[in-house]
C-alpha cells in the first residue's frame, strides 16, 4: 500500500484496501485500493485507482501509519463494488460497532451525488434515520390483507391471538391449513432493534408449537409483492408435504 501511494502525487487507501486496514467484518488484504483527485491519472502499476470529484474534503484518518478514508467515506467507495445485501450487512456492522453514526453516512450520501453506488446506498442509510418513513399500520395490513387474499392461498384469520406457553401475542395472520404465520414489519430500523429479543423469543415459540413464520416488510409487499406471493406459495407446499 505504501508503495502504491508513492506512484502519485497525493493518495489515500480507499475501498476495500480501507475497508481491510478498519477492520470490517469479512474483508481480506485484498490488492491495494487508492483514492486521488479527479484531474490525476488513473492508471497505477500497483494499485487500483479510484478518482474523486471532492479529493479535498473526503475525511480520512491514520491507520498503520497510512492515510485512510474513514469508515463512512470508506462505504461509499464500497458501494460500488458490493451487493446490495454485502452493502447492507456491512453497513449495519459498522452502526453496532459504533464505528461510525448514521448521521456520518447521512453526509457523505448527500455529498456523492453521482458517484458510482450512491443509489444503492441511499435507500440503505435514509431506511435508519431516525426520521426514516413509518407506514401507518392500515396502510401496512392493507398490502398484507391484499397478498393473503389471492385465491391460490387457503383461508386466514387475521389478527389472531395465540397462546404460546412463554407470551401471549397476537399476530397479524394466520393460516390453518399450513400452520403458518404471516407478520407485516412496518417498524422503523432503530424500533426494529429494541424489538429484537421480543421477536425472536416469539418466532422461537412459534416454532416450539409446530407453526412456521414468514415475516414480510412494508417494502417487499409494495414493491416486490409476485416474490412474496412466491414465498408463501413455496412455503405451503413444504408444509402439506411434511
Known sequence: MAAAI???????????????????????????????GRDENARSPLARVIRSNRFETVRRVRKRGLIVTDEAETVMTLAR???????????????????????DLRRVVDLSEGVPGVAKLRPIVAFRLPDAYQPPTTELERLLFRLLDDPRLPRYERQMPMPFRRLQATVDAYLPAWRLIVEGDGRRWHTRRADYERDRLRDNEATAHGYAVLRFSYEMLRHDRPA???TMLRAGHVRQSA
Not at 18 to 24: D, K, T
Not at 95 to 100: E, F, P, Q, T, V
Open 228 to 230: 412474496c406471493l412466491d
Open 6 to 36: 508513492l506512484t502519485k502525487r497525493f493518495a489515500i487507501v480507499a475501498g476495500r484496501a480501507a475497508a481491510y486496514l478498519h477492520g470490517f467484518d469479512g474483508f481480506q488484504p485484498p490488492k491495494p485500493v487508492i483514492m486521488v
Open 81 to 103: 463494488d458490493l451487493t446490495p445485501t454485502r452493502l447492507e450487512t456491512t453497513v449495519d456492522w459498522l452502526l453496532a460497532r459504533k464505528s461510525c453514526s448514521v448521521d
